[in-house]
């Protein structure tokens, strides 16, 4: 009885039903294998942020992609894999603002 009452009255909200955000999507490149993998260093965490600005322009720069591995939320442990370079991207530098956490 209750659980029919509950869907009363979120359609009684929500009458047209959502089908998620209308985002448009990005078509996607494969990239191919990584020239270059730079592992998590220090202690484990949670990815809590990115900063795509910052990466986005380092990789231009190089003329290469940057792909982060984790997701935002994701525990990563200490050697984990946390960027893969591609292209000219693998030039980077280690110690770069846009890989240090």
């Given at each position: 009885m209750w659980q029919n009452?509950?869907?009363?009255v979120i359609e009684?909200?929500?009458?047209?039903?959502s089908l998620g955000p209308d985002i448009p999507k990005r078509p996607r490149h494969e990239v191919g294998p990584a020239d270059r993998v730079i592992l998590h260093q220090g202690a484990s965490g949670i990815v809590l942020t990115v900063d795509l600005a910052t990466l986005t322009r380092e990789a231009e720069s190089l003329n290469g992609v940057i792909e982060f591995v984790p997701q935002v939320g994701d525990f990563?442990?200490?050697d984990e894999p946390l960027?893969?370079?591609h292209g000219?991207?693998?030039?980077a530098n280690d110690e770069t603002h846009a890989f240090r956490g």
């Amino acid at each position: 009885m209750w659980q029919n009452s509950g869907f009363a009255v979120i359609e009684s909200v929500y009458p047209e039903p959502s089908l998620g955000p209308d985002i448009p999507k990005r078509p996607r490149h494969e990239v191919g294998p990584a020239d270059r993998v730079i592992l998590h260093q220090g202690a484990s965490g949670i990815v809590l942020t990115v900063d795509l600005a910052t990466l986005t322009r380092e990789a231009e720069s190089l003329n290469g992609v940057i792909e982060f591995v984790p997701q935002v939320g994701d525990f990563v442990a200490v050697d984990e894999p946390l960027f893969r370079l591609h292209g000219g991207a693998h030039t980077a530098n280690d110690e770069t603002h846009a890989f240090r956490g």
